[in-house]
């Protein structure tokens, strides 16, 4: 049995094309989307984050194939709708909204190691620097622990830590 790859070449490309307009314009959608998800996981408003983290979890634990399927076949089940919609839609939709979530959980990620842990984390979890400076600025006078920190320093540094570590008094 031989094959005519004459024959194949055309449905290929055709193929490949239609992978392309799939992975185009899930890209287009889902990026913004997911910069939008991962704004609402961080909001301070517990319930948004609650629906957030059930749409991420929902989205990541089950197979993209269900959720291609159920975004097909569901309309026509819930509303009685006559015909189906558009496959090419429904895929578009499903590897969207699928994509963000993924999405999302890296911009989120992205944005605290950037942007918030340089300031948020630093006042819970002291740089190594700053902690090996207070070890070396460590003076003893008359038996009494000593740390030579400026304010600003006590204020990106925890202090009970400091304490903990025998770098800085509670009277200083």
């Known amino acids: 049995m031989s094959v005519d790859i004459s024959k194949l070449l055309p449905i290929l490309f055709e193929g490949f094309g239609t992978t392309l307009k799939i992975f185009g314009l899930t890209l287009l ?4 989307l997911g910069f939008i ?4 996981k961080m909001c301070r408003i ?8 059930a749409y ?16 097909y076949f569901a309309p026509t089940m819930l509303f009685k709708a006559s015909a189906p919609p558009d496959r090419f839609a429904a ?18 990620g992205v944005i605290i190691k950037l942007f918030l842990g340089n ?12 902690i090996e400076h207070a070890r070396r600025e460590k003076r003893h006078y008359r038996g009494e622990c000593r740390c030579l920190l400026s304010c600003k320093r006590e204020k990106l540094v925890d202090r009970n830590y400091l ?4 770098l800085l008094c509670s009277d200083a």
């Not at 998800?37 to 609402?40: I, K, R």
């Not at 517990?46 to 983290?53: A, E, K, L």
């Not at 895929?91 to 989120?108: D, P």
Request: aromatic share 14%; hydrophobic share 50%; charged share 15%.
């Open 91 to 108: 895929v578009i939709v499903a590897f969207s909204i699928n994509y963000a979530a993924y999405f999302a959980e890296i911009f989120r």
């Open 119 to 130: 300031v948020k984390h630093k006042r819970n979890y002291p740089v190594e620097h700053e």
């Open 29 to 32: 959608f889902s990026i913004p």
């Open 56 to 71: 991420i979890l929902i989205m990541r634990g089950t197979p993209l194939i269900l959720q291609i399927m159920f975004i």
């Open 163 to 166: 304490c903990r570590e025998n």
């Open 46 to 53: 517990p319930p948004v984050r609650w629906i957030i983290n």
């Open 37 to 40: 998800v991962s704004a609402l």
